[in-house]
């Protein structure tokens, strides 16, 4: 009876699994059975500051420690024999006083190396006497005894990972000098190869006013090289203090200063984003509730923003800030999300937290950071919104309350925040944290949410391949349907799939259309992480990963592309069935699994389907009350011939969409779908 009613329930509600061995097989689709509309909001992208996804990543600055702080202890933490402290105070979900401690690098110079020619003489110190700006309080100190052209000193950064310039490529340099009167020589900016040999160069004259001056420059590489050192080199006697040391490539996404690094913004565009959210994840919440992402920090001059140490392991810049996140959105032409703190810090770490009476703090915040976004600019953040260039109001859709909070406090500082923000901006779209749902979970068949309102509940999956495969039906079986939609705002094959590979992404691939199937339910979907430096991995599995020169896209990715860019209007009702025309459940573990739609701007019918099996899979391919199809039709494969199979640096492309021609196509013919592939077939209608 049990076997039945699985089978009677998966038949009711479309895909069907269907063993690989079966020749016979069919997968129905019915033209006239309409089911759920796609939102245009399906999918979307979810940044956080992790693995170097930002700096050392998508953001183009190119030296590291470029204002002397990443030694700055953590907010909220105490330093003690080199290592920092968090507060001992309770957990706000257990009541658990955590009070983590990590080891800490105090060298105010890291990431930076001071060379004194064997004939000159100098010393250098990072102080605070005299700094460029409150912000960034320390700066690097050099005083010279003995130098010249042939005997100079030199202060050099190796970047992230290296210095990476390519042949008749341009690069801006910004710093700050503040020089003292007796220093009579110049300063010579500088790329070596790991080499030693000089491969940019431009030399600056000073000026000796003894206060902070700034210098812009720019200079042209004559070779290409992905290992280099950045160098600032003084050749006379005197005293120097510099700060802020800026270096990014001139050409960056839509030219913008300190932009973002054009190739991979480039393979953002072609995920077809229809938002994004900004800023995580954990740091919304920090290590500790001083540790938060702090957004009014993170915009104007980026000389003069704070940074923060994030919790997944080194200082944030604050360049990629709320400013630029809400520009990104415009430049894309995507709807933005932005997640606000509501008094919380990260569960996972050291959950601390405000007290009720300072609650109001973080509300007003949240209302600032709408009004920044798209209030008048005649309002206080509007106006300075417009200061900054401009004055019309950016694509912010949604507000996100906390971000994998959960318990009663948060459910009760929810109702504060919801009623606020939903009572001055009725047009945002206001988003609750579902559980963090982690591994095997499946809360969201009976949540239980003592909130006033929900309008989107984010819900978040981690777990290993054998999960995403065996819950691809989860959303089918919420009968009746929840009175919210779900977001699915973190989600990834992260356990048991290497780096990255085919047998995850497909498993993706099938959780991916349970989502599609049930998109009158769930009406947004977002991937995570997005990207690692993989010279800074702190996940396992990443949607992309790059270096300082090369991005590269995982099969994950790509599996996020096909989808985004056939995402059809409406799902059509669609059944896979064995020779015997039964309907075979998820249960027994085989790994097929398909599902048609229609394009109404395109005039097509696009079937979906993953084989997560070693055998080629030939079904029969039927097609009922439709309009004529057209003879020849196309089909997008992403295939492996291993299941383990990973994309790398050295192989980008291995595991690569490829489009063909298909022909014969009518209403009833079979077609082979190869072994460990997601396929896309499109089908013209006349």
């Known amino acids: ?147 010249s052209g042939k005997a100079a000193v030199s202060l050099v950064n190796s970047g992230y990972w290296g210095i990476s310039v390519v042949k008749g490529e341009n690069y801006n340099l910004r710093f700050f000098a503040n020089t003292s009167s007796d220093y009579k020589g110049t300063i010579t900016a500088l790329v070596r190869s790991e080499s030693g040999k000089v491969i940019a ?3 600056i004259s000073l000026e000796n006013k003894s206060y902070w001056n700034e210098y812009k420059c720019r200079f042209t590489a004559t070779e290409t090289n992905h290992n280099g050192t950045f160098e600032l080199e003084l050749d006379a006697t005197g005293s120097m203090m510099l700060d802020f040391i800026s270096l990014s490539p001139a050409n960056t996404y839509k030219n913008r200063e300190i932009g973002f690094r054009a ?43 704070k940074g923060e140490y994030m919790k997944w392991g080194y200082r944030n810049t604050y360049g990629f800030g709320y400013h630029e996140f809400l520009q990104y959105c415009e430049d894309m032409n995507m709807h933005g999300m932005f997640v606000a703190n509501v008094g919380l810090s990260c569960e996972f770490s050291n959950g601390d937290y405000c007290a009720e009476d300072s609650l109001e703090f973080f509300i007003r915040d949240a209302l600032d950071a709408i009004e920044y976004a798209i209030g008048d600019v005649n309002t206080t953040w509007g106006a300075k919104r417009a200061a900054a260039g401009h004055p019309k109001p950016f694509p912010l859709k949604y507000v996100q309350i ?39 979970s499946v809360e969201v068949l009976n949540p239980k949410f003592n909130v006033d309102k929900i309008e989107i509940a984010d819900y978040h999956w981690y777990d290993g391949p054998d999960w995403f495969y065996d819950h691809a039906f989860l959303f089918d079986k919420i009968q009746p349907r929840h009175n919210f939609k779900i977001y699915v705002g973190e989600y990834a094959c992260h356990r048991k799939v290497g780096a990255g590979n085919m047998f995850g992404a497909l498993s993706e691939a099938a959780f991916m259309m349970g989502m599609e199937r049930n998109s009158d339910l769930v009406t947004m979907t977002s991937y995570a992480p997005l990207i690692e430096n993989s010279n800074g991995r702190k996940w396992p599995v990443n949607m992309m990963m790059l270096n300082n020169h090369q991005v590269v896209g995982r099969s994950s990715y790509y599996v996020q592309k ?26 027994n573990g085989m790994r097929q699994y398909a599902q048609a739609g229609y394009n109404e701007q395109t005039r097509e019918i696009i079937v979906k389907v993953v084989n997560a099996t070693s055998d080629v899979f030939s079904p029969q391919l039927s097609v009922q009350n439709s309009p004529r199809l057209k003879p020849v039709g196309e089909i997008i494969t992403l ?48």
């Not at 996804?53 to 998508?58: C, F, K, Q, T």
């Open 1 to 147: 009876m049990k076997r039945i009613s699985l089978l009677v329930f998966f038949f009711l509600n479309s895909v069907i699994i269907v063993s690989a061995q079966n020749k016979s097989s069919k997968i129905e689709i019915d033209f006239q059975q309409k089911w759920a509309r796609v939102e245009p909001s399906m999918y979307g992208i979810f940044f956080e500051e992790i693995n170097n996804a930002g700096d050392g990543g998508l953001y183009s600055e190119m030296i590291r420690n470029r204002s002397f702080e990443d030694h700055v202890a953590p907010g909220g933490t105490v330093i003690r024999d080199k290592k920092y402290f968090c507060p001992a105070t309770p957990s706000y979900f257990s009541g658990e006083v955590k009070a983590q401690s990590a080891n800490w690098n105090t060298d105010s110079l890291q990431r930076w190396t001071f060379q004194v020619s064997p004939d000159a003489k100098a010393t250098i110190s990072v102080k605070t006497d005299a700094p460029l700006n409150s912000n960034s309080p320390h700066y690097a100190q050099i005083d010279i005894q003995q130098a």
């Open 201 to 203: 160069n431009k030399v």
């Open 263 to 305: 190739d991979v913004a480039q393979m953002l565009t072609e995920l077809k984003p229809a938002f994004f959210r900004w800023p995580g994840g954990c740091v919304v919440e920090g290590a500790t509730l001083k540790n938060r992402i702090k957004w009014k920090e993170t915009l104007g001059d980026p000389a003069q923003r």
């Open 402 to 440: 906390g971000n994998e909070n959960h318990g009663p406090i948060y459910e009760k500082r929810y109702n504060k925040f919801y009623t606020r923000l939903k009572s001055a901006y009725p047009q945002i779209e206001m988003i609750l944290n579902g559980v963090a749902t982690g591994a095997g």
């Open 562 to 587: 096909m989808y985004a860019g056939n995402r059809p209007s409406f799902n059509l009702s669609t059944h896979l069935l064995n020779n015997q025309g039964m309907a075979v459940d998820t249960l």
């Open 639 to 686: 295939s492996a011939n291993n299941p383990t199979d990973e994309n790398s640096f050295e192989a980008p492309q291995k595991l690569f969409p490829k489009s063909v021609q298909i022909k014969n196509v009518s209403e009833l013919f079979q077609i082979n779908f190869a072994p460990w592939s997601f396929s896309i077939l499109k089908l013209k209608c006349k």
